[in-house]
């Protein structure tokens, strides 16, 4: 089995990680519960032992599906991502809080829903302006010392966000959004993040479906995509047609266009893992499939070249989705 040590944190994980925010309706829709946990099942069998999740994943829904799966599995073999960042309101609103008392509320209950006695890894989801840094440092820090939660980190931080929190704690491990079709990180976040040490494990690698290669441009969405430029008209059209032209290399090494792009992806130097959001046992066979895979610079390039694609209509970023 694969292993890959994230970063500073010493935590020993798959280079292909479960994330769960599929089972976020409020995003994706409804979606079977006994799919995701048969896949939860399959993914250890197939060598995973990461799983990402987070409170705000249908509001504890996905942190329970998570639990009722992995009770079957042994613990210790096991890493939990969770992470912390809402608070969240009885008519379904939330707003963020960060605040000491909030995180130690949150982690209880995620403790609980998850039903572990220590999160392996837990994240800030988003950055808090209105909590002290040392007060959510410090809670951090308390946490850790009571053993319910193993390391820290961050996600959805920009470079300087991360260097800030950095001054007050540990933070080892960091998820940022990436993929080849948007990988932005690359010129500030990854290279400090690999002069550091630090852990990354990169979510949506697969852009949300569009890098699988299954979709032709004339598809539509009742999710959240149906309002995402691009998923839409032209740039969909064209992005499908530029993922569609990698196929010939991704069979050349006996993979499918999606193990392509995820091989693609922890070739980066600066990536430990890429979280993959799955759905179904199908999807996480497949993903599992990339684990120890490689190809070559020029084919590589090639990649990145063909998926880029400098004819791509021009739209504004869109990276408002709030996960």
Excluded at 151 to 172: D, W
Excluded at 190 to 216: D, I, W
Aim: glycine share 8%; hydrophobic share 40%; charged share 25%.
């Amino acid at each position: 089995m694969q292993r890959v040590t994230l970063g500073e944190s010493g935590l020993s994980v798959s280079p292909v990680a479960f994330g769960t925010w599929q089972l976020s309706p409020r995003f994706w829709g409804e979606q079977s519960k006994e799919d995701a946990q048969a896949a939860m099942k399959l993914a250890f069998d197939r060598g995973i032992n990461f799983f990402d999740t987070a409170d705000a994943y249908g509001d504890g829904y996905a942190e329970t599906v998570l639990g009722e799966a992995i009770r079957e599995l042994p613990r210790d073999e096991l890493v939990i991502t969770t992470k912390v960042f809402n608070h969240f309101n009885p008519d379904a609103s939330r707003y963020p809080d960060l605040s000491p008392g909030h995180i130690v509320e949150r982690c209880e209950a995620s403790l609980g829903r998850l039903g572990i006695d220590t999160i392996d890894l837990y994240l800030l989801h988003f950055y808090d302006e209105l909590t002290p840094l040392a007060d959510v440092a410090e809670t951090l820090e308390k946490l850790r010392n009571q053993g319910k939660v193993r390391a820290i980190g961050v996600s959805n931080h920009t470079v300087e966000q991360l260097r800030a929190q950095r001054r007050f704690g540990p933070y080892s491990v960091v998820q940022p959004a990436y993929s080849l079709i948007d990988p932005a990180i690359e010129q500030d976040l990854l290279p400090f993040c690999q002069a550091e040490n630090l852990g990354v494990m990169v979510y949506s690698p697969m852009h949300k479906g569009l890098l699988t290669g299954k979709y032709r441009g004339t598809e539509t969405f009742d999710d959240f995509r149906r309002s995402h430029p691009d998923f839409q008209g032209e740039r969909f059209q064209h992005l499908c047609d530029q993922v569609q032209s990698i196929r010939p290399i991704a069979e050349r090494y006996g993979l499918t266009i999606c193990q392509l792009v995820v091989a693609a992806t922890l070739m980066h130097p600066a990536i430990h893992v890429a979280v993959c959001g799955i759905k179904t046992p199908e999807q996480i066979a497949e993903a599992a499939g990339a684990m120890g895979q490689s190809i070559g610079r020029e084919d590589y390039f090639a990649v990145r070249k063909a998926v880029l694609g400098s004819a791509a209509p021009k739209l504004p970023d869109a990276k408002g989705q709030q996960k």
